[in-house]
């Protein structure tokens, strides 16, 4: 299974918002993110169970699937299947998406407390503490003189 980075999720994003998209209609609207059809082919890859002498996908195991079309040989009558190269989210990719952006919300949460309120308290704690410091002070000078 591909680790998503955060490129993967904007291709995840537009899929979802554009379904069923292309692969050119990816590429021209994320000019910026390279090797787009590489990770569309990453992102649509299926994990797979291994046998002896062969492999089968394992379902629901990839972020997007293609979508196809049932074609019917004239001459020989059989039919078989014709990628469309048309993508959507499978369930794994919405699930995917979900988590990511979970955990996203869940870091700029965290930043938050790090970068904001603890700056926050610790400036609030240290008012108190100066003020109780300049209350106590004169207290503790005329103790000092009236005992001496």
Known sequence: MVALT????????????HQPTSIKDIEH?????????YRVEELATHDRKYF???SIPIDNTSYIEEDYENVKDEA???THTKPLGLYRLSEFGEK??????????????ELWLKNAWIPILV?????????GIKWLLPLIQGWFSSSH
């Open 96 to 109: 995917a998406l979900q988590d990511y952006e979970f955990e996203a919300l869940l870091r700029r949460k």
């Open 6 to 17: 955060d490129n993967d999720v904007k291709i995840l994003k537009f899929i979802k918002r």
């Open 29 to 37: 609207a994320m000019s910026k993110v390279s090797s787009i059809q």
């Open 52 to 54: 002896q002498n062969f």
């Open 123 to 131: 400036t609030v704690v240290t008012n108190l503490a100066i003020s």
């Open 76 to 78: 020989t009558g059989i």
